[in-house]
Each structure stands twice: as C-alpha cells, then as structure tokens.
C-alpha cells in the first residue's frame, strides 16, 4: 500500500486479530509491538545479510484503526532494487497455453522491453551506473509519482510471483506484464533517467526490463525484441 509520501510495503493486522475485535486493546498491543520493533537492533556486519539490512530500514507505527504499518525507507528500497540488479527476477514457470495477445498488448510490451535495453546500452555507452551505494539515513531518493506507481507496481509483482502458496494463470501474467509495460512508459514519460540527479532511476529500468523478460519469456513464450 502507499502513503502519502512513500511507499508502506505492508500492512498488518495482528494486533486487531489478537485483542480479539476490541480497538482500544489492539492500538495498545499496536504501541507494544512498534515499541519492541524500534528497540530491535541487528548487529551489523560486513557479512550482513540483505534481509538484515533492509530489516533495518523499516519503521513501524500505528493507524488510528489499530493496523500496523511497515514503512520501508528510501535507503531500505535502494539496498532491495540493488539486490533485484545483482539477481535478476525469475518467473518460476512456463506457461502451457499462453493466452491471446492482441497486437496492441504485444506491442506494448516488446516495445516497452526495447526501450528498457536500448536506455540501458545508452547508460552503459555514457558510463551512468545506478548509485546505490552511500544513502545516509532520509536521504529522499525516489520523488516522482510515477516513479512510486512503477516501485509499488515491481514490489506487488514479484510478492505475488514468489508467494509459493498461489496458482498463476497465464491471464495473470498477461496482466501483470501489461500493467508493468503501461506503468513504466508513464514513468519514462514522466522522469529523465540519465541525466536526472536520481541516484536509483536507471537501477528501476535494469529491473523492468528483466522482469518484462521474464514474464513474456518464460512465462507467455512470447518473444521479446531487443529492438524494434
């Protein structure tokens, strides 16, 4: 879900289920959890794991419902979008009876994908790389909204693609790779990604465009173009 100025990765209603129903017990079972959350350091090491540094990045705090909302800060979000570059997104299965594409989806989608790998060749060619490195604490990386709308988009992707306990359907990954296509033009449209002071935008494009492949590729058996 999203806020007003970021991106709330998750929701929980723990609280509510164990007081039972009763709101005045669940904002103060809410406080105590939050309060355990913030006062829970991980040690940090070099040989840090990635789930322990991004742990370290989210904050907790409690609706008004008595809901608990995880916040994953922008540095939190850069340390993620670097693993996502250094280990490519994987659809984790072929689809046997691909669904129809009508040719305006298809071209959306090949179209999209050359996109993605002809702003990364141009990125290579001017040696822009993704600085991911160096965030301090608050530091505001992603601004845009539909930089937002394309993160929230890749994040309710790939939660749902390795949720072991789902069934996909070749329409929901038909879905899913239009919507990613739509998503990321309005963000291509909307922000400059090379010579734009964004430290991460190149990283978000790298990402579509694994992605994209992936899903069309592995998951439709549809071709995917690195040029039209």
Not at 52 to 73: D, K, M, P
Not at 93 to 104: G, H
Request: hydrophobic residues 45%.
């Amino acid at each position: 879900m999203r806020n007003a100025t970021s991106l709330a990765a998750y929701q929980s209603a723990i609280a509510l289920k164990l007081a039972s129903g009763s709101l005045g017990d669940a904002r103060s079972l809410g406080y105590q959890v939050a309060e355990n959350f913030h006062n829970f350091e991980l040690p940090y090491t070099e040989d840090s794991s990635v789930v322990q540094q991004i742990l370290r990045e989210f904050t907790v705090n409690v609706t008004e419902a008595g809901y608990l909302e995880f916040t994953l800060s922008d540095r939190g979000l850069a340390i993620w979008l670097r693993f996502l570059i250094e280990n490519p997104p994987q659809v984790p299965f072929v689809s046997i009876s691909p669904p129809q594409l009508s040719q305006n989806d298809l071209f959306l989608c090949q179209h999209t994908h050359a996109r993605c790998v002809t702003l990364i060749r141009l990125a290579e060619e001017a040696g822009v790389r993704p600085k991911l490195d160096g965030i301090v604490q608050n530091e505001r990386c992603f601004s845009h909204a539909a930089e937002w709308d394309l993160i929230f988009l890749t994040i309710s992707v790939l939660d749902a693609l390795y949720d072991a306990s789902v069934t996909y359907s070749s329409q929901t990954i038909l879905k899913w790779a239009i919507a990613l296509a739509q998503t990321f033009q309005r963000f291509y449209s909307a922000c400059q990604i090379l010579s734009e002071p964004s430290p991460a935008r190149l990283g978000w494009v790298i990402v579509t465009q694994r992605l994209l492949r992936s899903l069309l590729q592995e998951g439709l058996g549809v071709y995917v173009p690195i040029e039209l």
